[in-house]
């Protein structure tokens, strides 16, 4: 399952069926666009990220087993989800900010994962991240509600919740989703922005011979 809170809605509720994705791949890469294409099905969660126009992301987590696919591959289960149909894309535009920490928290290592907040030590986590001079995201989320908060060297750089284009100031993890019946929490590693190397994934190779190939494996097997 893919936590994340939502940006700046551009599209919601769209059937991928019926589009062409690498054409319409191409009109946001055209118009330099940045944010984050979501696809949802039973079968799983795809995200694809987008900087200014360039691909730099692809993010496919299965809800069948624990696996997960990136780049390429991602993009080619991604096709293959939204072309079997039942599936729903949304398109929310973040700052660019913002989908670099959404990047680093993708190809990130988990600490803690899915802890019960009201039975973990909040405060001791907080205070090792300042102490060891970690960067890390703090996932908190409860049914459909999510908050990121990124720390680059044991600093906070803000807080990312539903709606929000960009990092805001910290908020009170107590007070926020945390304060949620049920809420869990995420502990991962990233890589401090200055760290993190960039690909053009649709400026190395062209997308649409991976969507012919899986619209022809899909249709043949029918």
Known sequence: ????????????????????????????????????????????????LFHQGKLISAFFSSSEKASQQIAYDAIARIFEMSIQGHSSLNIYQLSADLVFSLHALLHGRYLH????????????????????MLSVCVRVYAGDRVALIFFDSGYALGFFHEGATELQPIADLEQSVAALPGALLDLVEIQSPDQIVLADLMGSADLAPIWKRVRSEILEGR
Do not use: C, H, W
């Open 1 to 48: 399952m893919l936590y994340l809170p939502q940006g700046k809605p551009v599209r919601q509720q769209v059937n991928p069926a019926r589009i062409n994705l690498p054409e319409a791949m191409g009109k946001l890469r055209g118009s330099k666009f940045t944010g984050y294409l979501r696809f949802d099905a039973p079968q799983g969660a795809g995200l694809i």
């Open 113 to 132: 994962r899915a802890e019960d907040i009201r039975q973990f030590d909040v405060a001791a986590m907080l205070d090792k991240i300042t102490a060891e």
